[in-house]
């Protein structure tokens, strides 16, 4: 499933069709076509949302976990295309994702504040979401859109692992300094994550997701599904302190 940073890839990859208008729809998502073709776009993002902004509706893209796109040049079988858009100067195609389309306007649906790489991105309201839920294991706070919006299961990992904090601590467990760390790991990590997507190195930068061994204690790696979320989860349990 792609994380916020690979969205944000995405927004800067369709820049060329910014306020650009859309020639000829396409797709067998289930929405209403007929309202797309011969409006002018802008691009948002929100987290693992792709949010393609028209006068009267918003196209929100969600990749689930086996999504992805093309520009100019169709890729993938017709039957997983859902969603393609033409403009006088390209195309982008959008492949087995969820497509809706959204009435209100994206500032009445989303909260920017809580997505990482947002401007806007508020790490005291995160702090107070954050307390509201004293009895959810950490693994599973990151991975709620609504607290941490953008991040995803590799950046889940790679954050706690480098904020020495194993994922099945309660979050109202953790002490005031470490979930402070969490707050600010959580944002830096995803800026770092998209600077290595771009140099196409991100796996060579991974410390924790997938690895067999802790780095820092030469010691075995735990692999688990951990939380509500049941996402996998790698850890070492010498150096991420769970507090009790």
């Known amino acids: 499933m792609p994380e916020g940073p690979t969205i944000v890839l995405l927004n800067e990859a369709v820049q060329a069709f910014e306020g650009k208008k859309i020639t000829a729809v396409a797709g067998n998502a289930k929405i209403d076509l007929s309202l797309i073709a011969g409006n002018k776009v802008h691009f948002k993002t929100w987290g693992k949302h792709f949010l393609i902004c028209l006068p009267q509706v918003t196209i929100r893209i969600h990749f689930l976990m086996f999504g992805s796109y093309s520009i100019n040049e169709q890729t993938r079988p017709d039957k997983s295309l859902r969603l393609c858009l033409k403009f006088k100067n390209g195309a982008v195609y959008f492949y087995t994702c969820a497509v809706r389309l959204l009435e209100d306007t994206p500032d009445k649906i989303y909260d920017w504040s809580a997505d990482v790489m947002n401007d806007k991105w508020n790490a005291a309201k995160a702090r107070k979401k954050l ?23 590799i950046i889940k990992n790679e954050v706690l692992y480098r904020i020495k904090l194993h994922p099945e601590n309660l979050v109202g467990n953790i002490p005031p300094r470490k979930l402070s760390l969490l707050l600010k790991e959580a944002r830096q990590y995803s800026f770092d994550f998209l600077k290595w997507k771009k140099a ?18 030469n010691l075995p790696f735990q692999k688990k599904y951990c939380g509500k979320t049941k996402r996998r989860t790698f850890f070492c349990n010498n150096c991420q302190e769970l507090f009790e």
């Open 131 to 153: 307390k509201a839920i004293p009895e959810s294991l950490v693994c599973d706070a990151l991975l709620d859109q609504q607290i941490f919006s953008g991040v995803g299961n």
């Open 200 to 217: 196409f190195e991100l796996k060579k930068h991974w410390l924790a997701y997938t690895k067999k061994i802790c780095a820092r204690c």
